[in-house]
């Protein structure tokens, strides 16, 4: 009934995507593309019903000192009426999971978290993960069907103040594909708030440019570089990946943001994704601040289903063990 084959055409996969599950950005040719150029492996399979393709999993492997485990990130995407070939989906992954002797495969759908669905993936075997919300579990979004003014009218008021404050101060935002400047603030700004850097933004940025698909925003004022952001065109949305800025007092990041918005608008994307936020009943979260300045911008928030682990061997433990230490650690 079912038929598991390996997928390389970009036009067949990113389809499906679009068609199934257009927030999965991670699963997107693109980013496994970019992962590649980082020297990662990446597999994509997809399933297929009497030559109908109905389920797909852009898979990579991760060697940590923690352990060895298979990764699909947003993924996998099944079409909803299919659901039940993932038990056929998953016994194929598993043994490729132990063909590279992996611990566990850890999976983050984007699927609303209903009964339903935990049901049929604890079925399946799957766990909580002992992680905090990431790869787009728990994000900030802004709808764009409305007219710029009312955009502008919806935010909070101290937003909508600084993006006019910006534009009278004479702030200049450009849109750029040089990223030397940019790395520049982005390492300046990961020293100050302590947060690790990214691995593969030129990559990625790269790839997704090539297509027209990527911009890097600047924002200096009297000459000088004070915020930058890479924002990513995908599918239905416009993705808020990485952010800088130098603590000035001006307010460059706001313009920025106002004018990605904008241009997502002119492409005609219904959605402007901000990207991870912390969850609203954790004050002390280290995302607070960031959490802040997006939903300055008005939207709502946006929750799917937490990151699972299917365990498959015992050396797990020491996986599950140093994940949640890190989590309590760091104020998750």
């Known amino acids: ?78 079409h909803p009426q299919n659901l039940d070939c993932l038990k056929y989906l ?37 766990q909580n993960a002992p992680i905090h919300a990431m790869d787009g579990e728990y994000v900030w979004v802004l709808d764009l069907d409305k007219p710029k003014d009312e955009l502008l009218q919806n935010m ?4 909508r103040y600084l993006i006019k404050k910006g534009q009278k101060m004479g702030v200049e935002v450009i849109q750029s594909s040089d990223l030397k400047d940019f790395f520049s603030l982005y390492h300046e700004t990961s020293r ?14 790269n790839i997704f440019h090539k297509e027209g698909n990527a911009i890097l925003y600047t924002g200096k004022y009297q000459g ?19 952010g800088a800025s130098a603590p000035s007092g001006i307010p460059a990041s706001y313009l920025i943001q106002w004018e990605a918005i904008n241009e997502a608008k002119s492409r005609g994307l219904p959605v402007y994704n901000f990207f991870g936020i912390a969850p609203p009943e954790k004050k002390d979260h280290p995302w607070a ?41 760091k104020g998750y």
């Open 1 to 78: 009934m079912y038929k598991i084959s390996e997928i390389n055409d970009k036009n067949i996969w990113d389809s499906f995507i679009r068609k199934v599950s257009p927030q999965s950005y991670f699963q997107s040719y693109n980013f496994g593309e970019a992962a590649k150029m980082e020297n990662i492996s990446v597999q994509r399979i997809g399933v297929f019903k009497h030559q109908e393709l109905i389920a797909v999993a852009q898979i990579t492997p991760v060697k940590a000192k923690r352990g060895r485990f298979l990764h699909i990130r947003n993924g996998p995407v099944v």
């Open 90 to 126: 998953f016994t194929e992954i598993e043994r490729m999971a132990k063909k590279v002797n992996a611990s566990f495969i850890r999976i983050s759908p984007l699927i609303a978290e209903t009964p339903e669905n935990k049901q049929i993936l604890k079925s399946l075997g799957f």
């Open 156 to 159: 909070r008021k101290t937003t």
């Open 192 to 205: 100050r708030h302590g947060f690790v850097e990214h691995k593969g933004i030129e990559n990625e940025f």
């Open 224 to 242: 000088k570089l004070i915020a930058g952001a890479v924002i990513v065109f995908y599918a239905n949305q416009a993705v808020y990946r990485h």
């Open 289 to 329: 601040g960031i959490t802040l300045f997006k939903t300055g911008f008005g939207g709502r928030p946006v929750s799917y289903i937490h990151t699972l682990d299917k365990v498959l061997s015992a050396r797990y433990a020491l996986t599950y063990s140093v994940e949640l230490l890190r989590k309590i650690s």
